[in-house]
């Protein structure tokens, strides 16, 4: 019987599902930094402007690579997996203490996350 589940390979969707999550999680720390002149005290600065548009830019990044590996997935399944990570990473943000949500050492997370999501999944994606 043919269906999305009959030729999937799982390593995508594994990989798909850990890019969706880290990419909504990396928003979701990310917007706590935006308005620049409103967010925490690690957004102001040189520093803190640089680690917020650099961690801007490597979501940016991350979601393009989302894009072309949820091409070598069927629709039905990329959409319930990233319906997941839409979901369930805003409760993650949440489990993170406050001083870590609001500091440049989140930010650093971001852009480590999101650089070893991007570089995961830029394995799959055969162009």
Sequence with gaps: MPGPLANLDYHV????????????WSTVMVSGF?????????ARGLIGGILVYASAAAVCVLLAALILAGRLLPWTVGVIAAGVAVLGAPFLVQLLPKWFR???TGLLAVLALC???????SSFIRV
């Design 115 to 121: 650089a070893v999501a991007s570089y995961t999944l």
């Design 13 to 24: 969707l594994a990989g798909f599902l850990a890019g969706a999550l880290v990419a909504v």
């Design 34 to 42: 935006l308005p620049r002149a409103a967010g925490p005290a690690a």
């Design 102 to 104: 609001s500091s440049r």
